[in-house]
């Protein structure tokens, strides 16, 4: 059964998307199953690749919306949503 969920969220770590929160996001969005997309202001991103999540150039306040189509894809909007919302749980 495929599933399509979405969220927005605002970027709320002081360096936004920059390259460990893109790793993180796209090591988390490779454990689930759905096709995942990130967007800011009309650009689109494979959450699963981080070269692409850096070229979206995501800034602290940034809004983001994730978008998946999937079995899973549910829990993985809802989890990446709370690991951004968290900050990327940098100090």
Same mark, same amino acid.
């Given at each position: 059964m495929t $599933?399509? %969920?979405? !969220?927005? $969220? #605002? =970027? $709320?770590?002081?360096?936004?998307?920059? !390259?460990?929160?893109?790793?993180? =996001?796209a %090591?988390?969005?490779? #454990?689930?199953? %759905?096709? /995942?997309?990130?967007? *800011?202001? &009309?650009?689109?991103?494979?959450? *699963? *690749?981080?070269?692409? =999540?850096?070229? =979206? /150039? @995501?800034?602290?306040?940034? #809004?983001?919306? /994730? *978008?998946a189509?999937?079995?899973? &894809?549910?829990?993985? $909007?809802?989890?990446?949503? %709370?690991?951004?919302?968290?900050?990327? @749980?940098? &100090?």
């Amino acid at each position: 059964m495929t $599933v399509e %969920s979405q !969220a927005r $969220v #605002t =970027l $709320v770590n002081k360096w936004g998307l920059h !390259a460990r929160a893109s790793f993180r =996001l796209a %090591s988390m969005a490779m #454990t689930y199953e %759905s096709r /995942i997309i990130v967007e *800011k202001e &009309g650009s689109a991103a494979d959450a *699963k *690749k981080m070269d692409e =999540l850096l070229l =979206l /150039i @995501a800034q602290a306040g940034d #809004t983001l919306m /994730i *978008k998946a189509i999937g079995p899973d &894809g549910p829990e993985a $909007v809802e989890n990446l949503a %709370s690991l951004i919302q968290s900050g990327f @749980a940098e &100090g």
